[in-house]
């Protein structure tokens, strides 16, 4: 009973320094590990794709892949900036006409500013109202799905830009 009662004061004061090491905003953490997987892929994805392909587009109606890794670039500084709670850099325009070398290095420190505006955010503000588009409101939580899928969109879309020129996407490429 003795060595019992000394294990059970043992586990319970572990207990404790156990839970200590598990994430205290699971959601958030969550979607920083989203950002940080998004940010791998659609990087990839943008520097996989030749840099006189950027003008490709499938039809006249869907944007060329630069403009794509353009849209990505101006969602990253929205989307962050509205979920970090801060205001995100103000940078010079470039458009699809810019070199590939820009439009990658934009889309980069697109994502390293998502890196320092994700940084602090937590899960006791998921309910907060934020503005969005539109002069609407939405919370939080529902802003990070939609950059979520909006990461996911657009990665999708690249990676079918990419097939049809013969080139295979960051995630179908075996791990070496």
Known sequence: ????????LVVAGLLP????????SPVADGFRRRAANAEKNL??????????????????AQ????????????????FCGIIGGTKAPER????????KDKMVARL????????????????????????????SKATRAFIMFIASDDWMDHYSQSAIYLRLNGLLPPTAKKPM
């Open 1 to 8: 009973m003795k060595a019992l009662c000394s294990a059970s």
């Open 17 to 24: 320094v156990a839970l200590a090491g598990q994430a205290a």
């Open 43 to 60: 990087v990839a994805a943008a520097e996989i794709m030749p840099a006189e392909k950027y003008g490709f587009k499938p039809t006249p």
């Open 63 to 78: 944007m060329t892949f630069g403009d794509v890794v353009l849209h990505l670039a101006e969602g990253n500084d929205y």
């Open 92 to 99: 010079a325009k470039i458009d699809s006409t810019a070199s």
């Open 108 to 135: 980069k420190e697109t994502f390293q500013f998502c890196d320092s505006a994700l940084a602090k955010v937590d899960d006791s503000k998921l309910g907060e109202e934020l503005p969005f588009f539109g002069g």
